[in-house]
């Protein structure tokens, strides 16, 4: 042990002085160098050896006393340093973290502000995209059905196009045929030409014949006077002596035939007077040349005043809400059909008269005339596309006329009568063919759906009375009862008293007469 403190304890516990006070240990060889002086006898040395080692024990004692005390108080002091230390850590980082939850905050606050703003901008687009969204749809429904209406229109034009095709066909032939006709009656009419000059060469040499007898008649009373020169034969007037007979020209020969054919009243008196029977002709009889009576002719037909026939309905403009529901429509199925009215038009076209729809053909019978068609042409269709053109320019002259539509499915003949007279008349349109009942009748607008799709190109302007619609063909008598005014012929199905619905313009009167209609 020689080099080591005696206290070696209390120099692992952290003793720093030197000196003894402090905590400062002896070794042996600061012990052995101790003063000689020390050197007592041997009770001496033995209390100077017992108090050596006593005071070493003591010093000892202190020592791990004071570095119990300061081992002790060095840890405690160490921690509350660093517990100190933490401390300011712990408040740097709590303060660096508050004010990072302050900004936080702020931004929090600012990013709700933002967010409620943009939750209010996002609200304010999803109404403005719904609103889109509504009038697109709108749009496209609108978009649908214009299309569907152009298709079904340009489906009926081509339906009807191919059937002014076929038309054209048909009246092609007929005007090759007509032609036919026109190149035969030429050819008759040539050989008639030359029959007539056969008979003009005829009747040259039978004026010959008839001169050279009245010569030889002269000749004869000149001598008949000779042989008696006081008296004359009784019934016979002298002639001069006749010309050289000259060749005649066609006026010469039509001169001739009209002085050798008897005057008409001269011939009447002549026969009068052979038989003493004969009555004066009657004073509306009109004498043909050659004496024969003609047949006398109607009298010019006259307007005249159609009174007593029920209101009258004036559809003013091409409104798509001037139009006019009948109800009930056909409640059977119809194998003829005729339609009779008294109509005025304003316009410069006709319009639709009567449009009748199902839900299979919206275009089942249809009497009209569209803008776009020749001027006074009406279209009478029977179950589209198949239609008749029906010629009806008299009626744009603004006055009141009557007309009367009548088909059948006979042998598909059809009448078109205008002001009593037969105007128009075919045949095979729609031979055999039935028109359903149950659809929808309107007057006045053209149907392209069963109740709607009116069109102001084909809008009827002007007057309708004494509307009527039976379920047969008319007969031409009942058609001219009709014309001046007569009662209704029996069996009508349908008249203006069914009309159940009359649009918001079209106007109502009751005229005593039509000429007093406004």
Not at 240 to 248: R, S
Not at 252 to 266: K, S
Not at 385 to 411: K, M, N, Y
Request: hydrophobic share 40%.
């Amino acid at each position: 042990m020689e080099g080591k403190p005696l206290n070696w304890r209390a120099r692992r516990s952290g003793g720093r002085g030197r000196h003894w006070g402090r905590g400062h240990l002896l070794y042996p060889a600061e012990i052995a160098g101790a003063p000689s002086s020390l050197s007592m006898g041997w009770p001496g040395r033995m209390t100077l050896s017992l108090l050596l080692v006593l005071v070493p024990m003591y010093l000892h004692g202190a020592s791990l006393q004071k570095a119990g005390s300061a081992g002790q108080r060095k840890p405690f002091f160490e921690r509350l340093r660093r517990l100190e230390e933490q401390f300011r850590s712990f408040q740097e980082v709590t303060l660096t973290q508050l004010k990072g939850i302050a900004n936080n905050y702020n931004m929090s606050y600012d990013i709700d502000a933002q967010l409620q703003s943009l939750a209010e901008e996002s609200q304010a687009v999803a109404l403005t995209v719904n609103r889109s969204q509504a009038a697109i749809q709108g749009d496209l429904a609108h978009l649908k059905a214009w299309v569907r209406k152009t298709q079904h229109r340009s489906r009926k034009m081509g339906m009807r196009l191919q059937a002014l095709d076929l038309a054209l066909t048909e009246k092609t032939r007929q005007w090759v045929q007509a032609g036919k006709e026109q190149k035969t009656q030429r050819d008759v009419i040539s050989g008639l030409a030359l029959g007539t000059q056969a008979l003009q060469d005829a009747l040259v040499s039978l004026t010959h014949q008839v001169h050279s007898q009245g010569a030889r008649l002269a000749a004869l009373e000149g001598q008949l006077q000779m042989a008696s020169p006081g008296t004359a034969a009784p019934g016979w007037t002298p002639a001069p002596t006749p010309a050289q007979p000259v060749h005649p020209g066609p006026l010469m020969l039509l001169t001739d035939r009209q002085d050798l054919a008897p005057h008409p009243t001269e011939s009447r008196d002549f026969t009068a007077h052979l038989l003493g029977t004969q009555k004066p002709p009657a004073p509306s009889s009109h004498w043909a040349p050659g004496g024969a009576a003609a047949v006398p002719r109607d009298p010019p037909q006259g307007s005249g005043e159609v009174c007593n026939l029920g209101p009258v309905f004036t559809f003013p403009d091409a409104s798509p809400e001037n139009v006019i529901f009948l109800s009930p429509s056909f409640l059977t199925a119809l194998r003829a059909l005729s339609f009779c009215s008294w109509v005025r038009t304003s316009s410069g076209h006709l319009g639709t008269l009567l449009s009748y729809a199902t839900e299979e053909n919206d275009n089942k019978v249809v009497l009209h005339g569209r803008d776009s068609l020749i001027p006074g042409s009406l279209h009478f269709v029977i179950g589209d596309p198949a239609f008749r053109e029906l010629p009806l320019q008299l009626l744009l002259d603004g006055q009141w006329h009557h007309i009367c539509i009548i088909w059948t499915s006979v042998q598909g003949k059809y009448w078109l009568h205008v002001d009593r007279r037969l105007v128009a008349t075919g045949s095979h349109f729609r031979e055999g063919y039935e028109i359903p009942p149950g659809g929808s009748l309107v007057l006045g607008q053209e149907q392209d759906s069963v109740g709607g799709g009116f069109d102001r190109s084909e809008a009827f302007v002007g007057s309708m009375s004494g509307l009527a619609i039976w379920d047969r063909a008319l007969v031409p008598g009942e058609v001219a009862n009709l014309a001046i005014g007569k009662e209704l012929p029996t069996g009508a199905i349908l008249t203006l008293a069914n009309a159940s619905w009359v649009g918001k313009f079209v106007q109502r009167a009751n005229c005593t007469c039509l000429e007093l209609c406004p």
